[in-house]
Nanobody
């Protein structure tokens, strides 16, 4: 059974780059037809799809974040990573990594000086 665990800094300063890692257990991230996804939820708002990296390794990013977000994977470590550059307080949110109906517990990221 696949399990996901997010890790990364809880506090990031404005203009810096946020980097979050999702560690996958229970199956390889290269498994056919699996899509590894990042989603976030700002306080008081709904869920926002950030992007995904499927088993093919070809990423897809939300157009609204495409200029700042990137997703990569490390198949040796069975991890995938989100990088979000030039963060602002509007990027404050709980960030989740997901695969289908499987979700990590989420990690709170606050952007503040």
């Amino acid at each position: 059974q696949v399990q996901l665990q997010e890790s990364g800094p809880g506090l990031v300063k404005p203009s810096q780059t946020l980097s979050l890692t999702c560690t996958v257990s229970g199956g390889p991230i290269t498994t056919n037809y699996y899509y590894w996804t990042w989603i976030r939820q700002p306080p008081g708002k709904g869920l926002e799809w950030i992007g995904h990296i499927p088993y093919t390794g070809v990423t897809h990013i939300n157009p609204s974040l495409r200029s700042r977000a990137s997703i990569s994977r490390d198949t040796a470590k069975n991890q995938f990573t989100l990088q979000l550059s030039s963060v602002s307080p509007e990027d404050t949110a709980v960030y989740y990594c997901t695969m289908g109906s499987v979700w990590g517990q989420g990690t709170q990221v606050t952007v503040s000086s």
